[in-house]
């Protein structure tokens, strides 16, 4: 006849009962994550916003593009792979890459790349999950992706005379006024006024009245408003950036004896006109030059002037 299990020999089968049905160690790790591993949504990443630092930069500058993904799945994310291109002229080109990890439910992050600036226009795309390794129900749906809008480099340079003279401006001198001279039947008063002249390829504002060693004395005067870069007008985007007027002894300009100058109009930043005008005036023995620059910005790879 069996007997019944000792107390000890029951506690120990249900001891071991107990250890069979536990958990493994792994799998016990799960509620560390602080939330419940519950199904997975159809959507599980979303590309909620794309910026990049300037849709004009100047060229060769670096534009820096930025990215954000969020995790809708109602589990963590453990890895988010990602991806930023860039497509113009020379073709598509990959800025960046790489895998957001561990990105809690409803988190989101943000990943970046840079780009220097060349000729063209350009637009930048970011991808999220761009293999539907996370397992989306459509892979690659339309809140993976985003695209930015045109990208254009601009090229800042100086606007020379030549080119100027080329496509057509004007430089009229305006002349005002008239030497003035002693009256003598041997003397010729002499007098030079220049509206512009090409001084290192930009236009150049002269009024010169030496007059050479006489006798009785000359007296020589003259006054004059020259304009520069008349009926000329900037195309294909580009617009006056900058401009910078040398005098008096600047880069190589002269200033001497009774004369002078000043701008009476000149470029307005921004503006499409580079139309600059000046007023000058030189008595007996005087001399002033001014050097105007005007520097001009627009799309690197377009014509400013055709």
């Not at 049905?21 to 997975?40: C, E, F, I, Y």
Request: with cysteine; net charge positive; glycine share 10%.
């Amino acid at each position: 006849m069996m007997r019944p299990p000792s107390l000890l020999a029951r506690a120990t089968t249900l001891l071991v009962a107990v250890v069979l049905l536990s958990p493994r160690s792994a799998d016990a790790q799960l509620p560390r994550q602080g939330t419940p591993k519950v199904a997975p949504s159809a959507d599980r990443v979303q590309l909620t916003t794309l910026t990049v630092g300037t849709v004009r930069p100047d060229l060769g500058s670096t534009v820096t593009v930025q990215a954000t993904l969020r995790n809708v799945d109602p589990n963590y994310a453990i890895n988010i792979p990602w991806t930023i291109g860039i497509a113009g002229p020379a073709g598509t080109q990959q800025l960046g890459s790489g895998t957001a990890s561990a990105v809690a439910p409803g988190a989101s992050v943000t990943v970046s790349a840079s780009w220097r600036a060349v000729a063209g226009e350009h637009v930048v795309s970011v991808s999220a999950d761009p293999t539907n390794s996370l397992g989306e129900m459509a892979p690659n749906p339309s809140n993976n992706a985003r695209a930015s809008g045109t990208i254009t480099p601009q090229d800042v340079r100086l606007l020379t005379f030549a080119e100027a003279l080329a496509a057509g401006a004007q430089f009229p001198g305006n002349l005002q006024g008239r030497p003035r001279a002693e009256p003598s039947a041997s003397s010729t008063p002499a007098k030079r006024v220049s509206s512009a002249a090409r001084g290192r390829g930009r236009p150049l504002f002269i009024a010169d009245c030496i007059t050479p060693p006489q006798s009785p004395p000359i007296v020589t005067g003259a006054k004059a408003k020259p304009v520069a870069f008349a009926n000329l007008t900037l195309r294909n985007g580009w617009t006056v950036r900058s401009v910078r007027v040398l005098s008096r002894g600047q880069d190589g300009t002269r200033a001497i004896g009774s004369a002078g100058g000043s701008p009476v109009t000149l470029p307005s930043a921004g503006g499409t006109s580079p139309k600059a005008e000046f007023s000058v005036f030189a008595d007996k023995g005087g001399v002033f030059e001014a050097l105007l620059e005007v520097f001009i910005a627009g799309p690197a790879h377009l014509s400013p002037l055709r």
